[in-house]
């Protein structure tokens, strides 16, 4: 201020002129003086100030992504670490290779995968832990091949490194919640009914599937029933039903939830690949109530499940009628009438929510119910499905 009354007026109007105040040209010397004090106290540039906080709110959100995911990996590795007894090793010799060496199963003198457990039912690591310091040791018993797998063909070794694998996608890149997990049971048979999302991976099939092994208080396999092209590829189709997963058949689910597995069924089948990203979440006819069928002929009850997340890791632009007939000249078994068509090959990283709702008890166990009344429970399973995804979606701030 002392400096600025040493100037004469017409040094202040330049000063003025080169800070761009305004109405200078009317300004007395002594409200030249003071435009030109507040002019010249520093200022931080309002565009740069919001742009430095929304870097510093996504580096602050990434970094507690990070910490959250490393908590719920070491709450879920405590937890599977429960089932095996690592103080004492199975006996059980496996032909001329020895005594098999693993972890025991907790009150058990045998592992987990000589009958220690359930393992067709129950995703127990073999040596009590999952990771790939694991690796050596479950290579080396898929060599010997010295246990069962079921008639489905599910290999639980093979299954526990892909549950290792796909764990990243829902700890560390989805970062998969999930709500109402007390709604699964922890013995007998059940249907799981979710809604499909528009991807060209079943991620929702395995995001489901781990949500139960990793948040239930019994880490349970959910066998989840997949569309035929997954079946039909030479490779994918053995590494598909040995990782857990098996045919889209009446005869494969009724097996499965006979022997009181927990089974995962998406009802729109081929029609959810159809939906454009502006039909995210709008659900299709939950087929001709297949499931509903099925659930009450055996006996179990049925789960809805509400899936927000997979209909944006792959947005569809469109969908194509040609496309589809060009797929089904190759695998002509494989039921759609048009195929989504989406432009990024990589999954975005969209934040996951699930949501398992109350079961709906079978009304007459053992019997085949008639057509109405199939009809009638499938749409209760889709309005109770599509009410949870409204609500979830309503609540929702931001896909990542």
């Known amino acids: 201020m002392d400096d600025l009354s040493n100037l004469t007026k017409a040094d202040l109007l330049a000063r003025a002129r080169s800070q761009n105040v305004t109405g200078r040209s009317r300004m007395t010397k002594a409200e030249l003086i003071q435009a030109l004090a507040v002019s010249d106290v520093p200022h931080t540039a309002p565009a740069k100030a919001t742009l430095s906080v929304r870097t510093s709110a996504v580096a602050k959100r990434t970094a507690q992504d990070r910490e959250h995911a490393r908590q719920r990996r070491e709450v879920t590795a405590r937890r599977l670490a429960a089932f095996v007894d690592t103080s004492k090793k199975c006996k059980k010799r496996q032909s001329h290779y020895g005594p098999c060496g693993l972890p025991v199963a907790i009150d058990r003198d045998v592992c987990v995968l000589h009958g220690g457990a359930d393992i067709f039912d129950l995703a127990i690591p073999v040596t009590g832990q999952l990771g790939v310091a694991t690796w050596p040791t479950l290579l080396r018993h898929l060599m010997i091949a010295d246990y069962e797998t079921d008639a ?30 007390e709604n699964i049971p ?34 349970r396999r959910v066998r989840v029933i997949g569309t035929e092209i997954f079946n039909m590829l030479p490779t994918v189709s053995h590494l598909y039903r040995k ?13 499965l939830l006979g022997n009181k597995r927990l089974v995962g069924v998406f009802p729109e ?39 927000v997340g997979s209909d944006e890791v792959h947005p569809a632009v469109t969908s194509s009628s040609l496309l589809a007939k060009m797929v089904q000249m190759v695998f002509p078994d494989q039921r759609m009438d048009r195929l989504a068509i ?23 166990p053992g019997s085949d119910p008639d057509p109405l009344t199939v009809l009638e429970r499938a749409d209760l ?8 995804l409204d609500d979830m979606l309503a609540k929702r701030t931001s896909v990542f």
Do not use: C
């Open 381 to 388: 399973v889709r309005d109770r499905v599509q009410a949870a």
């Open 186 to 219: 922890m013995s007998g048979g059940a249907l799981l009914a979710a809604n499909h999302g528009g991807a060209a991976l079943p991620y929702d099939a395995a995001m489901l599937a781990l949500s139960v092994a990793n948040e239930a208080p019994l880490p």
């Open 243 to 255: 990782a857990g997963a098996a045919y889209a058949s009446r005869a494969d689910t009724e097996h």
């Open 152 to 181: 489905i063909g599910l290999d639980p070794i093979i299954a526990e490194v892909v549950q290792h694998i796909v764990n990243w996608l829902y700890f560390d890149y989805f970062r998969v919640e999930v709500e109402g997990i």
């Open 269 to 307: 089948g081929a029609a959810a690949f159809q939906k454009p990203a502006s039909e995210a979440y709008r659900l299709r006819r939950f087929g001709r109530g297949g499931f509903v069928t099925v659930a009450e002929r055996v006996g179990v009850p049925i789960i809805p499940v509400a899936i």
């Open 342 to 364: 989406f432009l990024n090959p990589i999954p975005l990283p969209v934040r996951w929510h699930i949501r398992i709702l109350e079961p709906l008890q079978p009304d007459n």
